[in-house]
C-alpha cells in the first residue's frame, strides 16, 4: 500500500543530479567571487596592507575618529537655529539612521573584513557603479574634512592669540598628519590610542561639568537647571514664523547630526589591517551602540543646558565678529560666562588636542578610501601601491594636497570657511 501510494519514478530520481538552472549559475559565480575576495585578505593583509591593529587601538580608533570638532565647536552653531530641544530631538532622530548603518556595517563588515569594505562591498552586492559612486563621495568627504578640521584648529588657537600666522598652523598640522600617516600602522595606532584617551576623558569630564554647575556647583551656585529650555525657550523659530519655522529648526539640527554622527565607517576602515577581524570587529561594532548614547545624544544635551541659544558670545562666534573666536566651543562659552579661571584654557587645550586627533583619523580614512577605490580599479592604479610598510604612499600624498585648502582663512575669517567646508 505504501509502495503504491509513492510518486512513479521515484527511486529512480533520487539519485539523479538536479540541472542547474540560471539562479543556480548566479549563485555559483556570487560564491566564487566571494572567494576570489577573501582568499588572501583574511589572513595575510589586504592588497599589501598589513594587519597590525590591536583591539584596544580599533576600539579607540573608531572614537577618535567620530568624536572631534563637531561634536566640540560646530554643535553650538545648530543651537540658534533649532533650540536646546530641537537640537536634542534631531540628534535622536539621526541617531536612529547611524544605529541601523551601524547594524548593518557590522554584518557585512564582520564577515568580509576586506580593505575599505563598505566602499567595496557596495560595488560586489550592489552594482560596481553604486561602488564607483560611493567610494568617490566618501574619499572627497574626508578629504574636504581634512581643510575643516585644520581650520578649526586655529580657531581653538585664537582663543589665546590671534597672532599665530595661518600658513604656521597649515605647515604644523601638514607636518604632524603626514608623519603619523607614514608609519606604519601599529605605530600609527599606538599614537592614536594615547590621543583617543584624551578625547574619553574630555567628554566625559564635560558632561561631568554640565550636571555640576546645573545644581549649583558654580562660582554663582546658580542650580539653573534647564532654565534655558524655559527662557529664551526650547525651540527656535527658524526661516518661518510659528511651527513651520520650529520645524525648520529641528530639521537644520538632524542636517547638522548627519555631519556630527559617524562612527561605523570609521570602523570599518581598519577592517583590512586588523590582527583578528571577525573577533575584533564584532566587538568594535557592539560597543559603539554606548558611544552614541553616551557622546552624542549626551553632548547634544548638555549643550542646550550650559547656554542659551542666544548667547551674545555664541552669536559673536557664528557671525565672525568676535576677534578671538576660540571660544567657539559652548562649554568654553559657559565656563567664561561663570567666570571660571584657568578651566576654559584647559578644556580648549584638550579640545585642541582631539581636533588634530580627529583631523588624523580623517587623513587615514581618505588614504584607505582611495587604496581601496584604487584596488578595485575605480582610481589610478598608482594609488594601490604601498611601501614595505604597508603604506599606500600615493594615497597619503593624494590626501594630505587637501591640507592646503585650510589656506582660504587668508582671505575670510576662520569662521566663515569653517561653514563652507561644512
Known amino acids: 500500500m505504501e509502495a503504491a501510494t509513492r510518486p512513479p519514478g521515484a527511486d529512480e530520481r533520487k539519485d539523479v543530479p538536479r540541472a542547474k ?36 587601538e580599533i576600539q579607540l580608533l573608531a572614537v577618535g575618529g567620530a568624536i572631534g570638532t563637531s561634536l566640540f565647536v560646530q554643535m553650538g552653531a545648530s543651537l540658534p537655529k533649532g533650540g536646546p530641544a530641537g537640537l536634542f530631538l534631531g540628534f535622536i532622530v539621526y541617531g536612529t539612521v547611524v544605529w541601523s548603518v551601524n547594524q548593518c556595517f557590522a554584518e557585512m563588515v564582520t564577515y568580509l573584513p576586506i580593505a575599505s569594505p563598505f566602499i567595496r562591498l557596495g560595488g560586489f552586492w550592489v552594482d560596481d557603479a553604486w561602488g564607483f559612486a560611493m567610494g568617490w563621495n566618501y574619499f572627497f568627504l574626508m578629504a574636504f574634512n581634512i581643510p575643516y578640521e585644520i581650520t578649526a584648529v586655529n580657531v581653538l588657537l585664537t582663543y589665546w592669540t ?33 590621543l583617543a584617551m584624551f578625547k574619553v576623558f574630555l567628554m566625559l569630564g564635560l558632561i561631568c561639568y554640565t550636571f555640576v554647575t546645573m545644581v549649583g556647583g558654580n562660582p554663582e551656585h546658580w542650580a539653573y537647571g534647564f532654565t534655558y529650555w524655559k527662557n529664551p525657550g526650547s525651540f527656535v523659530e527658524h526661516l518661518a514664523p510659528g511651527n513651520t519655522g520650529r520645524f525648520l529648526g529641528f530639521v ?34 557592539t560597543s559603539f551602540v554606548w558611544r552614541l548614547l553616551v ?37 568654553v562659552i559657559s565656563m567664561v560666562n561663570f567666570g571660571i579661571k584657568g578651566l576654559p584654557s584647559l578644556v580648549n587645550a584638550l579640545i585642541l588636542t582631539s581636533i588634530l586627533s580627529c583631523g588624523n583619523n580623517v587623513v587615514y580614512s581618505a588614504i584607505r578610501t582611495l587604496h581601496g ?40 575669517a576662520s569662521a566663515t570657511v569653517l561653514d563652507w567646508l561644512v
Request: with cysteine; net charge negative; charged share 15%.
Open 252 to 285: 537644520s539640527c538632524v542636517i547638522q547630526g548627519s555631519f556630527t554622527m559617524v562612527g561605523p565607517e570609521f570602523i570599518s576602515m581598519t577592517a583590512g589591517e586588523a590582527e583578528n577581524p571577525r573577533k575584533l570587529m564584532h566587538r568594535a561594532f
Open 295 to 331: 557622546f552624542f545624544l549626551g553632548g547634544a544635551l548638555c549643550v542646550g543646558i550650559v547656554i542659551p541659544y542666544n548667547d551674545p558670545l555664541l552669536l559673536k562666534y557664528i557671525n565672525g565678529t568676535e576677534s578671538g573666536t576660540g571660544a567657539a566651543s559652548p562649554y
Open 21 to 56: 538552472n540560471s539562479l543556480d549559475h548566479s549563485l555559483d559565480e556570487k560564491n566564487d567571487s566571494e572567494q576570489a575576495l577573501t582568499s588572501d585578505l583574511i589572513s595575510a593583509g589586504s592588497e599589501h596592507l598589513q594587519r597590525q591593529l590591536g583591539g584596544k
Open 373 to 412: 577605490l584604487a584596488v578595485d580599479g575605480k582610481a589610478p592604479a598608482i594609488f594601490a601601491k604601498c611601501n614595505g610598510f604597508g603604506i599606500p604612499v600615493y594615497s597619503v600624498i593624494a590626501a594630505l594636497a587637501f591640507c592646503f585648502l585650510s589656506l582660504l582663512q587668508l582671505g575670510n
Open 162 to 194: 590671534d597672532k599665530i600666522p595661518v600658513v604656521a598652523v597649515v605647515f604644523i598640522c601638514f607636518v604632524l598628519y603626514a608623519g603619523l600617516n607614514g608609519l606604519a600602522v601599529r605605530y600609527f595606532g599606538t599614537a592614536e590610542f594615547y
